[in-house]
């Protein structure tokens, strides 16, 4: 591979305060890319844009809301000069609660924020990439998106949806230079763990065949492939960093 595939590459990672997004602006940034750190959490978009350093910055932005999408793509396209890398890694898992107890308020903020932000996002993003002929989405979903978790419904919907449109959003820009892609990872060792109940956690984590939790960095690993050069022939697909979990 090339030592710097991403060399003067402009990429947009959403949700990368902390977590699997943070690893993947890390890598992307290490691989030649300028890269924006988006996230609804100023503060920490901006320090670990600083920790990560070279060109990175932070910014805020919540991926729910329209206005603020295209105020932060304005802000980067402006500062950065273009974009060519968009990856939607912001979403939230939610309450882990059974549909016949789920308040209507918890569905509409999980969906919001992982379905409704990518398409959000990623339409902000062609209008940068279309006039180019040329860029890379690629998306965060789940294996829940596959599968199904219990208790977890509007979680599990949410990523089926951004397989879903992955698979129709490459579709429509096959002939425009632009290639879009998910992975869709099983429970990955973050922060956001902590918000889970340690039964949920070794319940998800007995369920991974090769029998431990992924790390941010092997995500991160994925994601660079997919908005490299070096898989130019890949759209349309999710692919699986889950410890052999999937069954399809």
């Given at each position: 591979m090339d030592p710097q595939p991403l060399k003067g590459k402009n990429a947009i990672v959403t949700g990368a305060a902390r977590g699997i997004g943070r690893a993947i602006a890390q890598r992307l940034a290490a691989e030649g890319a300028q890269v924006a750190i988006l996230d609804i959490d100023a503060d920490g978009a901006q320090r670990t844009a600083a920790e990560i350093g070279g060109s990175t910055i932070g910014l805020a932005a919540d991926v729910a809301q329209a206005a603020s999408v295209d105020r932060a793509f304005a802000q980067v396209a402006d500062q950065l000069g273009g974009v060519d890398i968009l990856v939607n890694n912001a979403g939230i898992v939610g309450t882990d609660t059974p549909v016949k107890d789920l308040a209507e308020d918890d569905w509409d903020r999980v969906l919001d924020i992982n379905l409704k932000g990518t398409f959000l996002c990623s339409q902000a993003a062609l209008r940068y990439m279309l006039p180019q002929q040329s860029g890379v989405i690629c998306s965060l979903a789940s294996i829940s998106g596959k599968e199904g978790n219990a208790n977890m419904a509007p979680y599990s919907v949410s990523k089926a949806?951004?397989?879903?449109?992955?698979?129709?959003?490459?579709?429509?820009?096959?002939?425009?230079?632009?290639?879009?892609?998910?992975?869709?990872?099983?429970?990955?060792?973050?922060?956001?763990?902590?918000?889970?109940?340690?039964?949920?956690v070794d319940f998800l984590t007995a369920k991974i065949p090769l029998g431990r939790l992924g790390r941010p960095e092997e995500v991160a690993a994925t994601i660079l492939f997919l908005v490299s050069d070096e898989s130019t022939f890949a759209t349309g697909q999710c692919f699986d960093v889950s410890g052999g979990r999937a069954t399809y």
């Open positions: 949806g951004v397989i879903c449109f992955t698979k129709t959003l490459a579709k429509e820009v096959l002939d425009c230079g632009i290639r879009v892609n998910c992975v869709a990872p099983a429970l990955i060792d973050t922060p956001i763990l902590q918000g889970m109940d340690q039964d949920r």
